[in-house]
């Protein structure tokens, strides 16, 4: 079973650049790593997902080191707006459905002023 | 931006009362996920349909809940009868792919917060 630790939680303030790391040491060959944003009363909203390397959206950014057994988020100059809970998944062998992705405990983000 | 839609919002009940929750994910989507989120915690899968048929549904109580998508479209989870342990946000989700997929994007709705008294 893949199972993904992240860190509780972090705090940073607005205007800085946040780094999550997720550790995943059992991740298969041919799985993604993927990263979900949850406010409060409201459900998960997909970020990013990658494979390998450096992903770039208009949101973040994904790295993965070549032995993929961790992926940083990276939030490039955070906003109040970002405070949220941030989950890394990555499929497993058991639960999760017939895909595989289980959200752990996620990492409550808070910016502030 | 087509969404998920989920009602009602927030319900709540009194123990040993029945509860239903309807979801219906986005025009298309084959894959409709149920999750369960209680506070301070991570979603966990409830259930999972492809198409009309159930793919996964280890982790359903299935003494007290049931969760049909009679059509492959709209699905209804309920439970009965309900007890204190089941307050928390009751999440749907939906995705276009079929099966196991690399990007397999989850479309997540609103969700339904149940508070059993």
């Known amino acids: 079973l893949a199972k993904t630790t992240q860190p509780i939680s972090m705090d940073s303030y607005e205007g800085q650049e946040v780094n999550i790391t997720c550790s995943h040491n059992?991740?298969?060959?041919?799985?993604?790593i993927t990263w979900y944003q949850q406010f409060p009363s409201q459900g998960p909203r997909f970020i990013i997902q990658?494979?390998?390397t450096k992903v770039t959206n208009e949101v973040a950014s994904l790295f993965i080191p070549a032995d993929r057994k961790s992926s940083t988020l990276s939030l490039p100059r955070v906003s109040l707006s970002d405070t949220a809970v941030y989950y890394c998944?990555?499929?497993?062998?058991?639960?999760?459905?017939?895909?595989?992705?289980?959200f752990g405990k996620g990492t409550h983000l808070i910016i502030q002023p | 931006e087509a969404e998920v839609a989920q009602s009602p919002r927030y319900k709540i009940t009194e123990k040993s009362q029945a509860v239903a929750f309807w979801c219906d994910p986005i025009?298309?989507?084959?894959?409709l996920y149920w999750y369960r989120q209680i506070l301070g915690q991570g979603p966990e899968l409830l259930v999972q349909?492809?198409?009309?048929?159930?793919?996964?549904d280890s982790q359903l109580p299935k003494d007290r809940f049931s969760a049909e998508r009679l059509k492959g479209v709209d699905s209804t989870l309920k439970i009965q009868p309900a007890e204190l342990g089941d307050s928390a946000m009751y999440l749907c989700?939906?995705?276009?792919?079929?099966?196991?997929?690399?990007?397999?994007?989850?479309?997540f709705g609103p969700g339904t917060r149940l508070t059993v008294l």
């Open positions: 990658g494979y390998k």
């Open positions: 025009s298309g989507h084959a894959t």
């Open positions: 989700a939906s995705s276009p792919w079929r099966g196991r997929s690399p990007d397999n994007e989850q479309f």
């Open positions: 059992n991740i298969a060959t041919n799985d993604y």
């Open positions: 349909f492809q198409d009309e048929s159930v793919v996964d």
């Open positions: 998944l990555v499929p497993g062998k058991s639960g999760g459905g017939a895909d595989g992705l289980t």
